[in-house]
């Protein structure tokens, strides 16, 4: 019987101490930030919005599972390889691409961010991992029909100006424009474009790069861009960054060493150059 109750006791420790170690086992296991969480699941989730050629744009000729291509997409990819998990793209509205990231619900956005001072607020953003040698600037883009009547932010005066929600070029407009009758705010750079060419705003915002490419793939368009004007812009907001959420600090400092490594290798502008050429073929709209 004495036995029998010190085999009974002997079973309950031994119980009590894997119990115990199950469970810190678990607890160990658990993600601690979001850099082990995508380790852990063995996908990184990365949203852009895919309408800003040649760093995130729509092939229409691939199937629909695999037809945003683009710079930035191009390092989405390699970011993934480097973490050594799979790169999962959604496609979004601006507005949602950068709320998606503000409350936390995708790992990164990788969709031609620039830095502003209420969006460094919002998300972590990462270092700089392109400067265009040839950057052009941001101007306004008009109809031809106001050639030489729009010349500068002079003439923007009790005229319509359109430009893309949450964009940096929405804080152009702000800060910059005076006297306008009203903002439109549209959800991509497309939508600015097509506000213009329809003559339902005067005046669009929006990269002269960006721009060109567009203009060059629609000849008939109608738009230009009005010459001689380039937006101010603090050499702080240069360079298009990643987009994290708040406090993800190992995440923050893993894709910067990716970045150093992008930037040195000169890799990221190679992509550029190739996805600049790769648009113009197809005439991407």
């Known amino acids: 019987m004495r036995r029998n109750k010190k085999t009974l006791i002997l079973v309950l420790v031994l119980s009590f101490l894997l119990l115990c170690f199950t469970g810190c086992t678990k607890k160990e296991a658990e993600p601690q930030n979001r850099l082990e969480a995508i380790l ?3 996908y990184l989730e990365v949203v852009c919005e895919p309408y800003y050629a040649p760093n995130e744009f729509i092939d229409p000729t691939r199937p629909n599972n695999d037809n945003i291509v683009g710079a930035d997409v191009e390092l989405a990819r390699f970011i993934a390889e480097r973490l050594g998990v799979e790169c999962r793209i959604i496609p979004l509205e601006f507005g949602a691409v950068l709320a998606s990231v503000t409350e936390g619900k995708y790992d990164m956005a990788i969709s031609t961010l620039a830095y502003t001072p209420a969006r460094a607020e919002a998300m972590s953003l990462s270092k700089g991992y392109f400067f265009n040698t040839n950057y052009q600037g941001h101007g306004l883009i008009i109809h031809k029909d106001n050639e030489g009547i729009i010349n500068g932010p002079e003439d923007v005066a009790g005229r319509t100006v359109v430009a893309q929600s949450g964009s940096l070029q929405e804080l152009f407009v702000l ?8 903002f439109k705010r549209v959800s991509s750079t497309n939508d600015t474009f097509l506000s213009v060419q329809e003559k339902k705003a005067d005046v669009g915002v929006a990269s002269k790069s960006t721009t060109g490419l567009f203009i060059e793939a629609n000849p008939t368009c109608g ?23 708040l406090g993800e600090d190992e995440l923050v400092a893993r894709i910067n060493e990716i970045i150093d490594e992008v930037v040195e290798s000169g890799v990221f502008a190679k992509w550029y150059d190739e996805y600049t050429e790769y648009a113009k073929n197809i005439g991407v709209k």
């Open 40 to 42: 852990s699941r063995g």
């Open 175 to 182: 800060e910059q424009l005076e006297g306008y009758k009203e």
């Open 223 to 245: 738009l230009m861009i009005v010459p001689d004007f380039t937006f101010y812009q603090d050499e702080s907001t240069l360079g298009a960054r990643i987009g994290m959420p």
